[in-house]
């Protein structure tokens, strides 16, 4: 072999040796520092250029028509001493809607339940909370609206967090995070029994397998294989975690296509498939590969 392919496999091996052991922390102390630096930067970005590709303003109408059908009813039902996590918030602005008037006005339904309306969190890296933010928080009770900044959903402790009912997350830790089973362990973590965690991912190789890769030439942006190279669609290594219930649903009307994920948690024995990532380039969102098992 030449040097140059020596390198090639040295590197990869290396690759392969940091992604499987790569853990709380998820990106840091690897040898993919330049792909952390660049992800980091994204997270930090306030270009405009940028920004049209990383989208950190979407309404709760937005997450309504992302997320499976279940969701608005799920949040609708909340009452007053019940939580809600939406991970990966960015400004905030789904929660921001939900606490409005016109929320109630849009879904009269379980209204007088509702009453002051559920508890929530938002969790985002980066601090991107806006002067509405801050002006609506200050004028709910103090434990009604929550942010917290800097770090990933699973570095937090669970004393940290609590428990939630209901957990949302479009395109935030679920499609950017580094360890993806790590990531699934923590939401399981946080749900109470019988919650539910609303998710989507974009260009992924759906459950009933009509899709390709949007980008001609390109794989999709989140693969899982077995060691024999053999794939395992996302939605099947969900449905492999035990405890819960899980319902995938292929939707076209975004570019690129997503697959919208609803996970109940039925039981509390909750035991989530290791991932080892093999493959992680920086991206809005990320590309990122995995093998089953550690
Ligand atoms: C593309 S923005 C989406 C923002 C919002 N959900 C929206 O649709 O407008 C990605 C968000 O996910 C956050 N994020 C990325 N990885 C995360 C992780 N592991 N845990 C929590 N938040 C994460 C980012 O900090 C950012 O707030």
Known sequence: MKTGNLRRVAAIILQIAWLSTAGAADLSGSPFDEERAKQEKIYQTDEEKMLENYVIDRSLE???GALASGFEGTLAALGPNDRWLDVGAGKGFAI???Y???YDYRHPEGREKRGSKAQSVAISIEDRRTFLWH???AMLATTKMKYLFGK???EYALEDLGKYQLISDVIGGFSYSANLSLFMEKVLELLELNGSFFTVLQDVNSQDGGNKPFYPGASFLTEISKADGSEVKVCSWLKSISCVEVACEFKTGWR???ETFRIRKTCNAVSVPA???V??????PPERRYRVGN
């Open 100 to 102: 409005t008037s016109n």
């Open 96 to 98: 921001l809607d939900y």
């Open 135 to 137: 002006k609506t928080s």
């Open 275 to 277: 991932l080892s990532p």
């Open 62 to 64: 937005n997450y309504a």
């Open 279 to 284: 493959h992680f380039n920086a991206g809005t």
């Open 256 to 258: 690129p296509p997503i």
């Open 152 to 154: 990933g959903l699973q």
